[in-house]
């Protein structure tokens, strides 16, 4: 978190938008931290963003709106919360000539991958991996998210996936000083 991805997405539909194609803008509707009707970057920046739920309903309204008021270019922001079922809609849009850009956190605060990551990122064409400044260290070098419990102390692995927050509840953390409370060591197994 905290590394500029919807700033990039943002950056990228604003120039579909300069070359004249027509654009839409998804969210997660459980993303209400800024706005409801906007998707909004850490630094303020907002564009208007078509909230949707995450089930199956969500996934057919992408479809839908897309092919009926003929976009040509959609983005998905906090792409990480949808459902596996967001795969097979992608994947019908591609092959309906529709231009998608997604923006995403790979792993949750467990250091995980998340599941609609891993199913869609082969199929990009073009992947942008950005890092964010770590909490503790300060090097230029945070891949993953801390998240704090409400004790000020590092969140146990077995929380809940999914928690919308900003600064209250994450940090941007390098590798080393990533800590996950109970998380099991990995075992080496032939
Ligand atoms: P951001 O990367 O655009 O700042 O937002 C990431 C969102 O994902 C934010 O609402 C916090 C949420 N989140 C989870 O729900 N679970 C997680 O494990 C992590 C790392 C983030
Ligand atoms: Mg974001």
Redesign the pocket.
Known sequence: ???G??DELLRQLRILKHSGKKVALFKPII?T?YSAGEVVT?DGVKEQAIPVELNENGVKQIVEKTLNEKYEAIGI??I??FPEKLKNAVLFLLDNGVEIYA???N????GEP?QIIQELMPYATKTISTKAVCSVCKQYEATR?Q?IGSNGKPAHYSEP??????KD??EARCVKHHEVPGKPKTEFKV
């Open positions: 978190m905290f590394s991805k919807t993303d931290r850490h922001d906090e990480q919360f923006s995403g956190l792993l949750n605060f467990r998340w998210t998240r996936e999914i928690i919308v927050g900003g509840r994450y």
